[in-house]
Nanobody, 120 residues
Framework: QVQPVESGGGLVQAGGSLTLSCAAS????????MGWYRQAPGKQRELVAV???????NYADSVKGRFTISRDNAKNTVSLQMNSVKPEDKAVYYC??????????????WGQGTLVTVSS
């Protein structure tokens, strides 16, 4: 069983910074893409940022220039540095990972989510 666990959510003031972290543990052969998604109340889950195993990253237009995704392949972790946070960034943030359990079995896993609340 592979379960990513997020941490770092909480209350942040508009214009402030917050760092989210996610650690994947369990039976892992390798991890392909890792990413962060978010879901605001009444809205669909959306992509925030993704990063490949060789650290190529991609961001939603709404967070470009403010958020930075990074990963540590040795520790199976991915982080999201959130700067210049806006009220519209308020959401539950989910960690996602594409994991190879062995050389042939692929599994996409989601964390349980961490809430980010922004005060104005």
């Amino acid at each position: 069983q592979v379960q990513p666990v997020e941490s770092g959510g909480g209350l942040v003031q508009a214009g402030g910074s917050l760092t989210l972290s996610c650690a994947a543990s369990g039976s892992i052969f390798s991890i392909n893409t890792m990413g962060w998604y978010r879901q605001a109340p009444g809205k669909q889950r959306e992509l925030v940022a993704v990063i490949t195993s060789n650290s190529n990253s991609n961001y939603a237009d709404s967070v470009k220039g403010r958020f930075t995704i990074s990963r540590d392949n040795a520790k199976n972790t991915v982080s999201l540095q959130m700067n210049s946070v806006k009220p519209e960034d308020k959401a539950v943030y989910y960690c996602n990972a594409g994991i190879m359990i062995n050389v042939v079995r692929y599994l996409e896993v989601w964390g349980q989510g961490t809430l980010v609340t922004v005060s104005s």
